[in-house]
């Protein structure tokens, strides 16, 4: 009896992680100027990502998962992986299908969703921000006050507060605008360990490609 009941908690353990590290708090969305990052990693990596023919913008980088301090990663999961042509579709707003395979296995795997249901959430989210346009205008690199790039989110989504954005900055480039929303992806505040606003007065920011 005590070595069935052992084995009947071996194997109900991968799911009982499971659900509890789907119990989390917020999402947050991550969005990455494609240009910054393809003068920081991107053109190192002969990312596809960085073809002037893409003509990328702000890219989603990913929707995490995360609790009101900390989040989950690489989650124990049942759900079956996406595949290639899964991963391929989500191109178009993450710049590349390994991007997307990445943010599956750290992050998705704790959302308690499919693959595909993931990704579907993933895209609705990225639909629900207004990405500026006038940063998409830019014919050149300017160096400006981090704080700027927040105040074009805030001017273009209305409903959007300052507390619910922060935008980041990695060797002295603006990196990425980090949005936190609800379950239902709903605009909600940041948790105190997110809302860490970039403080550079003088950013780089790269025009399109």
Not at 13 to 21: D, E, F, N
Not at 65 to 90: F, H, K, L, V, W
Not at 126 to 146: D, K
Request: aromatic content about 10%.
């Amino acid at each position: 009896m005590h070595r069935l009941f052992a084995l009947l908690c071996v194997v109900a353990s991968p799911l009982s992680v499971q659900a509890q590290t789907a119990d989390f708090d917020y999402y947050v969305m991550s969005l990455s100027w494609s240009a910054n990052w393809c003068a920081l990693e991107g053109d190192a990596r002969q990312s596809p990502q960085c073809d002037p023919s893409a003509e990328f913008g702000w890219i989603l980088h990913g929707l995490w998962p995360q609790y009101e301090r900390g989040y989950p990663a690489n989650c124990p999961t049942s759900e079956r992986p996406p595949s290639r042509s899964d991963t391929a579709a989500m191109a178009d707003i993450m710049g590349t299908s390994g991007l997307a395979w990445h943010q599956w296995r750290k992050h998705g795997v704790c959302s308690g969703l499919s693959s595909d249901a993931y990704f579907a959430l993933s895209r609705e989210a990225f639909g629900r921000i207004t990405r500026p346009e006038v940063l998409r205008a830019l014919s050149s690199t300017v160096t400006l006050p981090a704080s700027l790039i927040e105040e074009a989110f805030l001017e273009d989504n209305p409903t959007l507060e300052a507390d619910q954005i922060t935008i980041t900055c990695k060797s002295g480039y603006i990196q990425e605008a980090r949005v936190c929303l609800t379950r239902d992806l709903d605009f909600r505040d940041c948790g105190d360990d997110v809302i860490r606003d970039c403080t550079m007065t003088r950013a780089q920011f790269d025009p399109m490609r």
